[in-house]
C-alpha cells in the first residue's frame, strides 16, 4: 500500500524558514517523480514543485521560486521542502503527491501557517 | 502558464442522477511526447485530494466505472453517473503537460 506521511508543519512568523519532509513507503520511491502541492484555507489546489525520479530536474511556481527549494534522499525515502523567507500567503495545508505528470497518491498534508 | 477553466462552480444532484463538468485549458494539453495529461481528482470533505482520472480518459485504480472522462485539446469533460453519495466533494481538474502545472478552481457537487 502506497503511503506518504507529511511532518515538519507548524506555526511560524513571516520571513522565517521551515523544511517539511514527506516519507514514502508501499513504492520503489527512487523511481518516481514527487510534488508537493499547497491549499490556502478554503481554496484551492496550488502546484508549487516538482522534483525528477533521480533528482535531476527540479520545477518550482513563480509564487515559491527562490525561496522554496525541493529536494529528496532515496535511501531515505524522503522528499523535503526546505522554505524561507515565509509569507502570510504562504499560509496553506502543503500535501506531497507522488507520480510525474500527475499525483497519483496523496499523503495527507501538514499545515503550515505564518503568522505575528 | 495554462490556465484552466472548470464550469459550473457547483453542481446539485440528486443520487442516482448524472452529472458533467468541463474543463478547459488556454493552451493544447498535448505534450511532445504525444500524451495529453489532464487527470480529474475529487476531494472530499476534511481529506486530501484522490485521482479519479489519467490522461484524460483512464480510471485510476480501484475508481468506479461510473466515473469517465473525455476531451481531448483543450476542452475536457468528466461524467459522474447514478451519482452516490461518496462522490460528494470537489472535483479539480489538473494538467500535468507544462510546468508550472496548473488546476481548474473546482466544482462542488452536492445533493439536491
Known amino acids: 500500500e502506497v503511503q506518504l506521511v507529511e511532518s515538519g508543519g507548524g506555526l511560524v512568523k513571516p520571513g522565517s524558514s521551515l523544511k517539511l519532509s514527506c516519507v514514502a513507503s508501499?513504492?520503489?520511491?527512487?523511481?518516481?517523480?514527487m510534488h508537493w502541492i499547497r491549499q490556502a484555507p478554503k481554496k484551492g489546489l496550488e502546484w508549487i514543485a516538482l522534483i525528477y525520479y533521480d533528482s535531476s530536474n527540479k520545477y518550482y511556481a513563480d509564487s515559491v521560486k527562490g525561496r522554496f527549494t525541493i529536494s529528496r534522499d532515496n535511501s531515505k525515502n524522503t522528499l523535503y521542502l526546505e522554505m524561507n523567507s515565509l509569507r502570510s500567503e504562504d499560509t496553506a495545508m502543503y500535501y506531497c503527491a507522488k507520480g510525474h505528470y500527475g499525483y497519483h497518491y496523496w499523503g495527507q498534508g501538514v499545515m503550515v501557517t505564518v503568522s505575528s | 502558464d495554462v490556465v484552466m477553466t472548470q464550469t459550473p462552480v457547483s453542481l446539485s444532484v440528486s443520487l442516482g442522477g448524472q452529472v458533467s463538468i468541463s474543463c478547459r485549458s488556454s493552451?493544447?494539453?498535448?505534450?511532445?511526447?504525444?500524451?495529453?495529461?489532464l487527470s480529474w481528482y475529487l476531494q472530499k470533505p476534511g481529506q486530501s485530494p484522490q485521482l479519479l482520472i489519467y490522461k484524460v480518459s483512464n480510471r485510476f485504480s480501484g475508481i468506479s466505472d461510473r466515473f469517465s472522462g473525455s476531451g481531448s485539446g483543450t476542452d475536457f469533460t468528466l461524467k459522474i453517473s447514478r451519482v452516490e453519495p461518496d462522490d460528494l466533494g470537489v472535483y479539480y481538474c489538473?494538467?500535468?503537460?507544462?510546468?508550472?502545472?496548473?488546476f481548474g478552481a473546482g466544482t462542488k457537487l452536492e445533493l439536491k
Open positions: 493552451q493544447s494539453l498535448v505534450h511532445n511526447n504525444g500524451n495529453t495529461y
Open positions: 508501499g513504492f520503489t520511491f527512487s523511481s518516481y517523480g
Open positions: 489538473g494538467q500535468g503537460t507544462q510546468y508550472p502545472n496548473t
